[in-house]
């Protein structure tokens, strides 16, 4: 399946599922998304760009271990909760505030970083098995 085709259509695919992968996950918390399926989407991409250009040339161009970023996922859900026990809230209570920037208010949320950190726990977590068993196809 590597074909000069795919080798050369893979990367532009790559960004683009990125690009909506990141689109999904931000609009997921009003709409239907999130950080679970726009993290599918871009364990997708990696994959596809494993497929074409090998898993070591995918670890390189990666340049942080899927598992590290799956550790710091982990560790950003888990924050994104905790944020609310100093107000004397239970547990993954949602919190907003405004960020200004300009004449823009930006509205940012515990809920966005809890849809990030599950976004970067599965991109790490399939991208991993992704990587793992396409390094074990080479060998045989």
Partial sequence: MNTLIFRTIAPLLVVVMLVFSVFITLRGHNEPGGGFIGGLIAASAIAIYG???GPQATRKAMRVDPLAIAGFGVLLAALSGLLSMPFQLPFLTGLWADLHLGDTAVAISTPMFFDLGVYAVVLGSISAI???????GEDG
Avoid: F, R, V
């Fill in 51 to 53: 497929m074409a250009a």
């Fill in 130 to 136: 992704a990587l793992a068993l396409e390094d074990s």
